[in-house]
Each structure stands twice: as structure tokens, then as C-alpha cells.
């Protein structure tokens, strides 16, 4: 078989990858939400499937937001989010993914009343059913950036009984005026109970930001990190030290972080030797999963049959089951 023929469609198809940034409530599809909202007795401001997909049209990160946690007030029970998280995995490994570690906003559910083990219990059933699928999944747990650091150590505490079932923490929602070192302590006792360290950083945040979620956090990996590449000493930091970005075209595209996808510094990236990966963040509200990430970007940046497998290796290796834990950290 000569490999020279294989389009790089075929290549994004067959090569084996993993997804490390994906919201799972990001993953409601209209119709998932239109069939739980009726479940579930919430009447939802939109009324069709096709008006919600009109209302995916985002001028920042502020309205997808605002749009996404409404959203998940159809998700209220065990089921609910089994139901989530299935639907997600199914064609995360129809894309080819055979490892996904992936974020889920407990204070999302928890604010509006949904008991913590309702959701864990949900998730770990759709894992289990994954890994019997031959795809692994690990959770991490996000804090929302919006709310006080007192309310994330509250997350933490709460969630300690799960612990077993959590790879590590993350930080997400709105960024400006929300820097990492905001949770400096809630990530250093997370660190002390044994998670890994992730931060959404450099999206539409500053390189500062960047920063301190590697200084103050002492995080592994930078979700996101397009704001990065506005400062060298950065740049050589993450790529001497093999930090893992893990970028989102479709999210940047959807949520005005780049203007065109013909424009994104994916493979400036690479060209400058960092770590990054191609995920899908909320596919649902931004157009594609894992697969459509890598066609859209690749065709619009011009991505050789190499570049895309450098991003899928790149995924494998940056992964928390790849890396173990740095010494000392």
C-alpha cells in the first residue's frame, strides 16, 4: 500500500488519537437538549432544534457562556448525564480517539441543586461502557473561574469520595479578569491529594496568564495557549519543558479567537517545535468533533500528511497516560 496515495482525509479518519480537551456538557446536541428538556419538564426559550443551532452564533467566549450554561438546565438526573457523555464517546471513537480525558463543571450542577454523585455516577457508567469499548477515559474536574476560590475548595472537599475517579483539575469559564493565580491555593491542595494540573490559559487571556497558570498553578499542561506565541521567553518555556497545548480551532474560529481558520497559529506551533494537539472543546455549540477539527483546520492551513500525524502522536503524548507525574512537582 503505498502510503503516498492516502489523502489526508483518510490519514484524520484512521490514526489513532487522543482528545484532551472537551467540555462533556459541551457536548449537548440540540436534540439531546430538546429531548431531556421534555423529560426532564424545563422549558427551554427556543422553539426548535433549528432555532437553538441559529443561536450557536457567538460574538466571544462571554456569550457562548451564557448560552451554555442555560443549556444544562435540562441535565438533571443519573441518566441525563449517562445519556451525555455516551453520546460523546460514541463518536469520539467512530473519529478514531482511543483515549479521552475529559473536563466536566461539577459547580455547574451543584449550583442549580444537582447532587455531585447524581453526575458522577452518570459519567462513570458511559466510562465503563467506553472502556469496554476499547476506548480509556479519565475525568478531570474543572473549576469555574467566575466563581471565588472559596467555592472551589468547596468543589474539591466535596468531591474528595470520587477521588479515585479523578485524574486531575482544570480551571475554565470566562478568562479575562479571572487569572490563574486567583486559585493558586485550590490547585496546590488538589496537587497534595494526588490530581494532575491543567488551566484554560491564553485563549482570550494574555501570555501573563499563561504565566502563572505554570508558575503559581504549577500546571502540565495549558488548554488552549493560542496568546502564548505574543511573547518568545513563553514560547521557549513551553517548548523546552514540552508543555502541552491543547488548541481548539473550531472553538477559536466560532468564538472570534481567530477571524479565519486560515489564520490559526496551529502550524506556527508546530513550526516552532511546541507540543500542540487539535481538540474539539464544546463540539456541539462550535461546529465539529475531534475528526472535523482536524479536516477544517488542516485543509485551511495547509497541513501535510506529516503535520497531521506530528498533532496525533503529539495527542498520545501529551496525555496524562503517556507522562507520569514530574519529579518534585
Not at 431531556?36 to 422553539?47: D, I, K, T
Not at 462513570?124 to 477515559?137: F, K, N, P, T, Y
Not at 514560547?235 to 479565519?260: E, F, M, Y
Request: charge should be negative; include cysteine.
Amino acid at each position: 500500500m503505498g502510503h503516498q496515495t492516502t489523502s489526508p482525509a483518510d490519514v484524520i479518519r484512521d490514526i489513532p488519537k487522543a482528545e484532551l480537551h472537551i467540555h462533556v456538557e459541551g457536548s449537548l446536541e440540540p436534540e439531546m437538549m430538546f429531548d431531556l428538556a421534555r423529560r426532564n419538564g424545563v422549558s427551554l426559550p427556543y422553539r426548535s432544534v433549528e432555532k437553538v443551532r441559529r443561536a450557536y452564533a457567538f460574538a466571544n467566549l462571554q456569550e457562548f457562556l451564557d448560552l451554555y450554561y442555560q443549556g444544562m438546565a435540562v441535565l438533571q438526573t443519573e441518566e441525563d448525564f449517562f445519556a451525555l457523555a455516551d453520546a460523546y464517546l460514541r463518536r469520539a471513537a467512530a473519529d478514531g480517539v482511543v483515549h479521552v480525558e475529559m473536563f466536566f463543571d461539577p459547580q455547574a450542577h451543584t449550583g442549580r441543586g444537582v447532587p455531585l454523585g447524581t453526575l458522577m455516577d452518570g459519567l462513570e457508567r458511559a466510562i465503563v461502557r467506553s472502556r469496554e469499548r476499547g476506548v480509556s477515559v479519565s475525568l478531570i474536574l474543572c473549576f469555574l473561574r467566575h466563581l471565588t476560590e472559596r467555592e472551589a475548595f468547596e468543589t474539591l472537599e466535596e468531591a474528595e469520595p470520587y477521588l479515585d475517579r479523578l485524574l486531575g483539575v482544570g480551571l475554565d469559564s470566562s478568562e479575562v479578569g479571572h487569572p490563574p493565580s486567583k486559585f493558586a491555593r485550590v490547585f496546590a491542595a488538589a496537587r497534595d491529594l494526588g490530581l494532575r494540573l491543567v488551566a484554560h490559559a491564553g485563549e482570550e487571556g494574555p501570555p501573563e496568564y499563561v504565566w502563572e497558570a505554570l508558575e503559581i498553578l504549577g500546571v502540565e499542561r495549558i488548554d488552549h495557549g493560542n496568546r502564548a506565541l505574543e511573547d518568545d521567553a513563553l514560547v521557549a518555556r513551553l517548548r523546552d519543558d514540552r508543555i502541552p497545548l491543547t488548541v481548539c480551532p473550531l472553538s477559536n474560529l466560532a468564538l472570534r479567537v481567530v477571524d479565519d481558520l486560515a489564520a490559526h497559529p496551529i502550524r506556527r506551533m508546530l513550526d516552532l517545535g511546541l507540543l500542540a494537539t487539535v481538540n474539539s472543546d464544546d463540539p456541539a455549540y462550535f461546529g465539529g468533533y475531534i475528526n472535523e477539527n482536524f479536516r477544517r483546520v488542516a485543509e485551511a492551513v495547509d497541513l501535510s500528511t506529516a503535520g497531521i500525524e506530528t498533532l496525533a502522536r503529539n495527542s498520545l503524548d501529551a496525555s496524562f497516560a503517556a507522562r507520569s507525574p514530574r519529579a518534585g512537582a
